[in-house]
């Protein structure tokens, strides 16, 4: 819409530690020895495929969200606070989006040891702390938001917040685009910028790249058609 302000991506790459990426390099071969070694039908194998990707993806955030026993800093956390850091020293407020309400939680023990105040929700959040949330939230209770990326997605108006942080990129772009238009939409009246955390050399950046790929191919099918092709 043109009367909305501007809004401004930022594609934050962060750099693992080398306990970090051991770790995560551990967990990639292990996961490729699993699945090729898996003699099951397709079906079981496929289903293999999608939980050692989600534990790669678990270990691009922190090494915690796939073994809490381990005593790995996480280099994404470290950065995201120093992100939050800046922002409320010039009094920015950040809508802060995750798929992973594990990894969310432990933003929260990182908040809580700071001060830093914050609103929350997730999908097993009732309707009425939902909006009693919201509301705090969008009269100036918290600094954050931080919100589960499935449960955040559409119905929410925080215009309150003038930065959108996501923790890690989810395989559809558009699904981000809405959570971000949780703040850049009708009634905010600053710039917005968006933030998207990604750990370099790790299938986060496979998802960046396809995020690309997806948004070409929409733009191609729908650009100059006055309906979608097949």
Known sequence: LDELPAKTEIVKKVRLSDM??????????????????????PLS???QVLAEITKLRQASCH??????????????????????????????RALVFSQFVSHLSIVRNALDTKGIQY??????????????????????????????????????????ADYVI???????????????????RIGQTRPVTSYRLVA????EEKIIRLHATKRELAKSQLEGNEQSAR
């Open 45 to 47: 194998k496929q289903f």
């Open 200 to 203: 370099e050399n790790t299938i």
């Open 63 to 92: 090494p915690q969200l796939v073994d809490s026993t381990l005593a790995i800093e996480s280099s994404k956390l470290s950065t995201f606070l120093e992100i939050v850091d800046e922002l409320v020293e010039n009094n920015h």
């Open 166 to 184: 996501h923790l890690d990129p989810w395989w559809n772009p558009a699904v981000e685009d809405q959570a971000s238009d949780r703040a850049h």
């Open 20 to 41: 970090e990426m051991a770790f995560y390099e551990a967990l990639r071969r292990k996961a490729i020895e699993q699945i090729e070694s898996n003699d099951e039908n």
């Open 119 to 160: 609103q929350y929700l997730d999908g097993s959040t009732p309707m009425e702390k939902r909006a009693k949330a919201v509301k705090e939230f969008q009269g100036g209770a918290g600094q954050l938001f931080l919100i589960s990326l499935k449960a955040g997605g559409l119905g929410l108006n925080l215009t309150a």
